[in-house]
């Protein structure tokens, strides 16, 4: 029991220091649609994954990286709104996932636990996907940090100092499909985008630099992990909502904590 224990607390972790600061950039550029969309794609990942016979988590982040391509090509068309091809797309990757699970009844597949999460059946296996990604993403962040605050601060401006923003829009949303694919198992496909954006938006205001909120909201993240896995673990919950549950207080405390009056010096 405790080593599944760790093993959840592990993966949680590892899950929550990456999403703080590719969760800074979609409160920034206003991408939580987006990473509905994605997260929903993640589903479809996991038919393709069981009907191919491939690795469940190598089937999520290809299908999560495909999307992620025709969502930039499709965006690049006029006679559609960019909110109505990411609502079309999210439902209808949705649908396909669950019907295509359909077609493979022999294989027994927990749709509940992708669907919310299922963080206490973290193996060893998942570990490494989450780490091993996870360094290759913070690595690529560090490298590229300075053009992707530029672009989601103005992109004009940016292409003007010499940013090359297709790639580095492409390049963010392929980092934010790796996380979703790796994260799937701990929040589930419903509730993923929720612990990329709310510790972001919790420390929005409580960060003075664009670098501090980024690690504030890995922090938040963490925090959240720690508390949902507690309240799980003591009151038999969900695993996955607990933790997005955790980040919601956490954000309603820092939200009301900002409306209190201060006050007045001397």
Known sequence: ???????????????????????????????????????????????????????LNLAIILCCVMIALALVMLQQQREIATDTLLGILSHSSLALGIVGISFAPEVRVDLMGYLFGDLLSVSRNDLYWIYGGGLAILLVLFWCWRPLLLMSLHEEL???????????????????????????????????????????????HLARTPERMAVLASLTGCIAVVGGLALSYLLDTATGPSIVLCAFLLFLLTFFFQKLPRPRPG
């Open 1 to 55: 029991m405790i080593e599944i224990l760790l093993r959840a607390l592990l993966g949680g972790l590892g899950i929550a220091l990456l999403s703080g600061p590719l969760g800074c950039f979609m409160v920034w550029r206003r991408m939580s649609y987006f990473g509905d969309t994605l997260a929903h794609s993640a589903l479809l990942g996991v038919t393709f994954g069981v009907l191919f016979e491939i690795n």
């Open 158 to 204: 940016a292409e003007v100092e010499g940013v090359p923003v297709g790639r580095m829009r492409l390049l963010l949303m392929v980092m934010i499909s790796v996380v979703i694919a790796v994260a799937m198992k701990i929040v589930g496909v419903l509730l993923i985008t929720s612990l990329l954006l709310i510790p972001a938006a919790t420390v929005r």
